[in-house]
Nanobody
């Protein structure tokens, strides 16, 4: 499956952004989807994932929300109350694993190209 992430940009602390990731090539609804991020000089880290049925698991409680629209082959990441430490390149990923929902980089088979999110203080 091919993934293309977009929607990043520069935002002030406290602001919001919505990232999108469009999938093509395979049956999107068959995949667990996730967002990871990688800040300069740091490892890529898990942010949030959503199962085929819409159940989500996240590491950023209360501020980030993942959703999916299987009709549009798209997964979204709504980010609210952004902080400077959220600055990173955000990657969407797809996994053929169903359960448990993977939360580690190796659990995902396909990756998008990343979109930069910069939060100014």
């Amino acid at each position: 499956v091919q993934l293309q992430a977009f929607g990043g940009g520069l935002v002030q602390a406290g602001g919001s952004l919505r990232l999108s990731c469009a999938a093509s090539g395979r049956t999107f609804s068959n995949y667990t989807m996730a967002w990871f991020r990688q800040a300069p000089g740091k490892e890529r880290e898990f942010v949030v994932a959503i199962s085929r049925s819409g159940r989500s698991i996240d590491s950023v409680k209360g501020r980030f929300t993942i959703s999916r629209d299987n009709a549009k082959n798209t997964v979204y990441l709504q980010m609210n109350n952004l902080k400077p430490e959220d600055t990173a390149v955000y990657y969407c990923a797809a996994s053929s694993r169903i359960a448990p929902i993977p939360t580690f980089r190796g659990g995902f088979d396909y990756w998008g190209q990343g979109t930069q999110v910069t939060v100014s203080s």
